[in-house]
């Protein structure tokens, strides 16, 4: 099982991202192929993303319908406070700044039993997760 | 609770969606850095 960090999502959403042509295949495999989840903490921090840069609330929602029918629900691990219990204690080792969803998205993935997660970031594997891309 | 059953999406109808997807946000994703969603967060707070 792998899970998907929100940098797949940010460059599949932007189509001069070097990383859109792989982003897209990701976020097609969502829905085609089973062992691949998005963590709740994944879907919370691209909305706050799109909020810091401008995206206006009517455009956010009309984003989040459509990423609705690329995400099945069923493929969607929920933030629950197990997953907040260990992303608190994941927090310890993360000293690097901005490492608060880092470890909300890791803590997903442990809980539910993920064997890595989709991402170019090379900071996951300190909290215990591999990463693939 | 039970779980909204969804169609599976062609090829096609995936690519639509992207599309109208990436229309939406536009330009404004461009000058991302990693960490923007958390120091929007922290701001508010």
Known sequence: MRILDTVVL???VDETDPLYPKATSHVLEISSNHDVFVPSAT???LDLELKAHGVDDKDRSAIHLRFSRLIPEDRILPLTPSVLSRAAALSRRARWRNAYFDTMIVATGLEFG????????HKFPRLGLKTTF | MELKQQQKLT????????????????????NHKEGDAERLLLKRQ
């Not at chain 1, 993920?114 to 970031?121: C, F, K, R």
């Not at chain 2, 090829?11 to 461009?30: C, N, P, Q, T, Y």
């Open chain 1, 114 to 121: 993920a064997d890595s997660a989709i991402t170019t970031d």
């Open chain 1, 43 to 45: 879907l919370l921090e």
């Open chain 1, 10 to 12: 940010l460059a599949f």
């Open chain 2, 11 to 30: 090829r096609e109808e995936f690519d639509r969606i992207a599309s109208e997807i990436r229309d939406l946000v536009g330009e404004k994703m461009r």
